[in-house]
């Protein structure tokens, strides 16, 4: 179903209209912006609400793309017995959901403007190591009159080290508004007793994840995180490659950065309470067992957001 015969101004209420004076049927859309939003209104009628993700669309459009094309597929991809289908999201899920899209602009307009300080000083010869803990030096450069920066660009810099602040600043009220809610949220709570999991992850775990029973396993929940390996299988030969990165990325950069501290804090403190996490440390190489561990940890999330519980350490075998 789409709505850009409709003018814009009047699309949603031609389309409910129309819906509502339906029998109750099965709607069948793509997932893509404003599609929750429809999908919930159009519930509300009494229909059975379909969302399709498009890389599961696009197999059945034929040749050219065009609205009749894209319906056609759309059709035919719904009535297939094996389709998967992305669970519609509600008010609060979106809401909730908000906090880390905003946080992750900052963090991205952040990262930016370190690179552009850290480039347009490199210019004049100034280079400092990689890393936001490192900008420090370049800001007291800029700020320090005796370097051999010149003065038409030094008021430019100052600028962007303002605007760095500023960004500074909100992403740390960002960090607060989320550790609030780590702290007021139970379920989150629980998910802070798994290593690796901080009130960041917790809080957009419980955000972003539709429900645990929309997921049949723990391997299924790691797979929409896009963290499973790739399956080349031909021949009665199965190959694995690297992880698939096609699912949420908010939550699998998440996973990734909690899963890299885990690994780094066992390897500075030279052991570990974690048998499975000091068996692979002392056979694979660091990044492999961090992209393991990344792996690992929704399995575990998925069993605790499914059955309840906290995370109980395993005991190593004697």
């Known amino acids: 179903m789409r709505s850009g015969a409709f ?41 059975e609400v379909r969302l399709i993700a498009p890389d599961y669309v696009k197999p059945f459009v034929k040749r050219q793309k065009n609205d009749a094309a894209d319906a056609e597929a759309i059709c035919e991809a719904v009535q297939r017995p094996t389709m998967r289908f992305v669970a519609a999201k509600s008010e609060e899920q979106q809401a909730a959901a908000i906090v880390f899209r905003a946080r992750d602009l ?11 300080i850290r480039g347009h000083l490199a210019e004049f010869g100034m280079v400092a190591a990689q890393g936001p803990s490192h900008v420090a030096k370049l800001v007291s450069a800029i700020e320090d009159r005796d370097t051999d920066i010149p003065e038409l660009a030094r008021p430019i810099l100052r600028l962007l080290v303002e605007q760095l602040r500023s960004l500074d600043e909100r992403v740390a009220r960002f960090d607060r508004e989320l550790a609030r809610r780590a702290r007021e949220d139970a379920e989150a709570k629980r998910l802070m007793t798994i290593p690796g999991i901080g009130p960041i992850t917790a809080t957009a775990l419980v955000a972003l994840v539709p429900t645990a029973q929309a997921f049949k396993r723990g391997r299924d929940f790691a797979a929409w995180l896009g963290l499973t390996p790739l399956q080349r299988f031909t021949g009665g030969k199965q190959k694995l490659g690297e992880t698939s990165r096609m699912g949420e990325r908010t939550l699998r950069r998440l996973l990734i ?17 974690d048998p499975w996490l000091a068996r692979m440390l002392a056979r694979k190489p660091p990044m492999l067992v961090i992209v393991a561990l990344a792996n690992k940890m929704p399995r575990i999330v998925w069993a605790l957001m499914a059955r309840g519980g906290t995370y109980r350490a395993p005991v190593a075998a004697k």
């Open 7 to 47: 003018p814009q101004e009047a699309a949603q209420d031609q389309v409910l209209k129309f819906l509502a004076a339906q029998p109750a049927c099965t709607v069948a859309m793509e997932a893509c912006a404003s599609s929750h939003y429809w999908a919930r209104e159009i519930a509300r009628l009494g229909h």
């Open 106 to 116: 900052l963090v991205r307009q952040r990262t930016q403007t370190i690179n552009a």
């Open 257 to 273: 950065i909690g899963a890299s501290a885990a690994v780094r804090w066992a390897m500075r403190k030279g052991s570990t309470a």
